[in-house]
T-cell receptor
Framework: DAGVTQSPTHLIKTRGQQVTLRCSPKSGHDTVSWYQQALGQGPQFIFQYYEEEERQRGNFPDRFSGHQFPNYSSELNVNALLLGDSALYLC??????????FGPGTRLTVL | QQQVKQSPQSLIVQKGGISIINCAYENTAFDYFPWYQQFPGKGPALLIAIRPDVSEKKEGRFTISFNKSAKQFSLHIMDSQPGDSATYFCAVRPVSQNFVFGPGTRLSVLP
């Protein structure tokens, strides 16, 4: 079992650009959650997808959007990037509301 | 958003010593209290978790102590090893909602 995988590992963008991050959940998991982790801080919940729908959302602007595909993989899209969007973006998968397993993250740098 | 306070911010322990990290939360119904371990460049990994109907849970060298009336729970690492050097996050899960993480504690175990 490969566990939760994320791509790309690192990404550098400039202000105003758009970015798409990808996540493949652990085998057997149907729920994907996305978190933003700023340097030196704990992860902050962005949103969660289940059955291809956004089920819960944290306190993030509409610039952050997502999608879940029929194979349970997911994408996180961020539009109009700001310097403050620079962070480690973590994907976590679970079987319903059970414990979450995190991927290694995508390090996004906005210049 | 619910606040989760974690202390200390950083901790230095000698090899073989006991590491203690504390977490406090606000007055809301939660149903799950995990501790995550994160190494540099990696995503958080579930270390140990407890539910509110239990006051203590032990797994190997790791113990969670839970004080429901004080709204606090702690992580104890017995016989701390240099390989335990990492950042530790407590989290709480409000019923039917997603996780809220603490700010993290950086643990250094000296050889």
């Amino acid at each position: 079992d490969a566990g939760v995988t994320q791509s790309p590992t690192h990404l550098i963008k400039t202000r105003g650009q758009q970015v798409t991050l990808r996540c493949s959940p652990k085998s057997g998991h149907d729920t994907v959650s996305w978190y933003q982790q700023a340097l030196g801080q704990g992860p902050q919940f962005i949103f969660q997808y289940y059955e291809e729908e956004e089920r819960q959302r944290g306190n993030f602007p509409d610039r952050f959007s997502g999608h879940q595909f029929p194979n349970y993989s997911s994408e996180l899209n961020v539009n109009a990037l700001l310097l403050g969007d620079s962070a480690l973006y973590l994907c976590a998968s679970s079987q319903g509301a059970n414990e979450q397993f995190f991927g290694p993250g995508t390090r996004l740098t906005v210049l | 958003q619910q606040q989760v306070k974690q202390s200390p911010q950083s901790l230095i322990v000698q090899k073989g010593g006991i590491s203690i990290i504390n977490c406090a939360y606000e007055n809301t119904a939660f149903d799950y209290f995990p501790w995550y371990q994160q190494f540099p460049g990696k995503g958080p990994a579930l270390l140990i978790a407890i539910r509110p109907d239990v006051s203590e849970k032990k797994e190997g060298r790791f113990t969670i102590s839970f004080n429901k009336s004080a709204k606090q729970f702690s992580l104890h690492i017995m016989d701390s090893q240099p390989g335990d050097s990492a950042t530790y996050f407590c989290a709480v899960r409000p019923v039917s909602q997603n996780f809220v993480f603490g700010p993290g504690t950086r643990l250094s175990v000296l050889p």
